[in-house]
């Protein structure tokens, strides 16, 4: 089974509509953290935010909010009056110790989000 | 801050060939990381230090992949002989510590084509 499963594999909106992307994660251990990281077309995967297993308040940080729901291994990730710079693959992540004695970060497949002007 | 520096940007071999990706991580970070990451899908974790010693290689294939950190700074990972399964996008990652709630910062990554 997949540790981290975004089953959006694309998703395409206009300018100025709010945008939700979806995680689904699976893991055995009682802490753990989730990431959501940023790749542009340039290529560099860029932080956007980290959750520990035990703070579900959710955040928000301008136009970017984050939904952290334990009871449903959940962590969505909407984005507010999308603007086209905001194209980018988006990756939900899992820091767990997996099957391993080191934290392991996990990447889902990623959803391409297009921004149409 | 300087980044986490990669090269070469870019990669093309025949299969069979060998080639080396080299990084340079954050100053200070003692942890490195190397992902692989195909096209259309996540980054997948090859190998995991810790300064210079090996925290997690479990999913490196060590029978053609290595890598080594051996003063715990810079990072080299090797594939040889290279397969056409090869191709993808080397990403080099580290963070200040290995503890699992450290962001990863990542570099630009090396693209290998095998032909």
């Known amino acids: 089974a997949q540790k981290v499963t975004q089953a959006q594999t694309e998703i395409s909106v206009v300018e100025k509509e709010d945008v939700t992307l979806d995680c689904v994660y699976e893991?055995?251990?009682?802490?753990?953290?989730l990431f959501w990281y940023k790749q542009p077309p340039s290529g560099e995967l860029v932080f956007l935010i980290r959750?520990?297993?035990?703070?579900?308040q959710n955040e928000i940080s301008g136009r970017y909010s984050w939904n952290f729901q334990k009871s449903t291994s959940s962590f969505n990730f909407t984005i507010t009056a999308s603007q086209v710079v905001d194209s980018a693959v988006y990756f939900c992540?899992?820091?767990?110790?997996?099957?391993?004695?080191?934290?392991?970060?996990?990447f889902g497949s990623g959803t391409q989000l297009t921004v149409l002007p | 801050e300087a980044g986490v520096a990669q090269s070469p940007r870019y990669k093309i071999i025949e299969k069979r060939q060998s080639v080396a990706f080299w990084c340079n991580p954050i100053?200070?970070?003692?942890?490195l990381y190397w992902y692989q990451q195909i096209l259309g899908q996540g980054p997948k974790l090859l190998i995991q230090?810790?300064?210079?010693?090996?925290?997690?290689d479990s999913q490196l294939p060590k029978d053609r992949f290595s890598a080594e950190r051996l003063k715990g700074v810079d990072s080299t990972l090797k594939i040889q002989p290279a397969k056409l399964e090869d191709s993808a996008v080397y990403l080099c990652?580290?963070?200040?510590?290995?503890?699992?709630?450290?962001?990863?910062?990542f570099g630009n990554g090396t693209r290998l084509t095998v032909t």
């Open positions: 230090f810790q300064n210079n010693g090996v925290v997690d």
């Open positions: 100053s200070g970070h003692a942890t």
């Open positions: 959750r520990n297993s035990f703070d579900e």
């Open positions: 990652a580290s963070s200040f510590d290995g503890r699992g709630n450290s962001p990863l910062h």
């Open positions: 893991t055995r251990d009682t802490t753990y953290y």
């Open positions: 992540a899992l820091s767990d110790f997996s099957s391993g004695s080191a934290r392991q970060l996990t």
